[in-house]
C-alpha cells in the first residue's frame, strides 16, 4: 500500500476531500485537491479549511515517507501550524512539502533519547503555477512507551 493510499484509507478528511497523492518521497510530497463546489467559498474556488487540510496532509504524506521506518519507536504528531493565503485560489490546486531539517538530524535525536521537531514546509499553488498559499505545519516524532 502507498502512502497516497494508506493515508486515504485511516484519515476521514483525505478521503471527504478526495485529495489525491501525486508524489510521495523523503524529499517531497505533492497533494492535489480537485475542484469540487461543495467545498468552494463565497468566491468560487477552493475553501480556506480546504486549502489548510490540503497542506498539512501534504506535510503528513512526508513525513511518513521521512520517517516510515520509524514508527515502530516514535508516533509522529503535528505540533502547530501556520498558514497564509497569498493570492485567490480558483480550480484545482496542488500542495508541494518539504522537510524543513535533515531527516538524519531527526532521528539522531530520536536515537539520544530525545523528542526532535521539525519544520515542514508547504507551497499551495494553482494550476497556473501562482502561489496562492504558503504553510508550515511543525511536527514531532514522540517516542513510544
Same mark, same amino acid.
Given at each position: 500500500? @502507498? ?7 485511516? $484519515? ?7 485529495? =489525491?497523492? $501525486?508524489?510521495? @518521497? #523523503?524529499?517531497?510530497? +505533492?497533494?492535489? %485537491? #480537485? !475542484? ?7 468566491? /468560487? /474556488? ?10 498539512? @496532509?501534504? @506535510?503528513?504524506?512526508?513525513? %511518513?515517507?521521512a520517517?516510515? !521506518?520509524? %514508527? ?7 505540533? *502547530?501550524? =501556520?498558514?497564509?493565503?497569498? *493570492? %485567490?485560489a &480558483? ?6 512539502? &518539504? ?10 535525536q530520536? !536515537?539520544?533519547?530525545?523528542?526532535? =521537531?521539525?519544520? $515542514? ?6 494550476? !497556473?503555477?501562482? $502561489?496562492?498559499? =504558503?504553510? &508550515? +505545519?511543525?511536527? &514531532?516524532?514522540? #517516542?513510544?512507551?
Amino acid at each position: 500500500m @502507498s502512502i497516497g493510499e494508506m493515508l486515504a484509507a485511516t $484519515v476521514p478528511m483525505a478521503r471527504t476531500l478526495n485529495l =489525491e497523492f $501525486v508524489e510521495t @518521497s #523523503p524529499e517531497r510530497a +505533492v497533494v492535489a %485537491l #480537485p !475542484d469540487q463546489g461543495e467545498f468552494h467559498n463565497h468566491v /468560487g /474556488g477552493p475553501h480556506a479549511g480546504a486549502m489548510f487540510t490540503l497542506g498539512e @496532509s501534504a @506535510s503528513g504524506a512526508i513525513v %511518513l515517507a521521512a520517517f516510515g !521506518d520509524q %514508527l515502530s519507536r516514535a508516533v509522529p504528531l503535528a505540533v *502547530k501550524a =501556520e498558514i497564509a493565503y497569498r *493570492k %485567490l485560489a &480558483t480550480g484545482p490546486v496542488t500542495a508541494i512539502a &518539504t522537510l524543513g531539517r535533515p531527516a538524519t538530524e531527526v532521528v539522531a535525536q530520536l !536515537d539520544a533519547g530525545e523528542r526532535p =521537531e521539525f519544520p $515542514v514546509t508547504i507551497e499551495i499553488r494553482r494550476e !497556473d503555477g501562482a $502561489v496562492t498559499g =504558503e504553510m &508550515t +505545519v511543525v511536527w &514531532t516524532l514522540r #517516542p513510544n512507551g
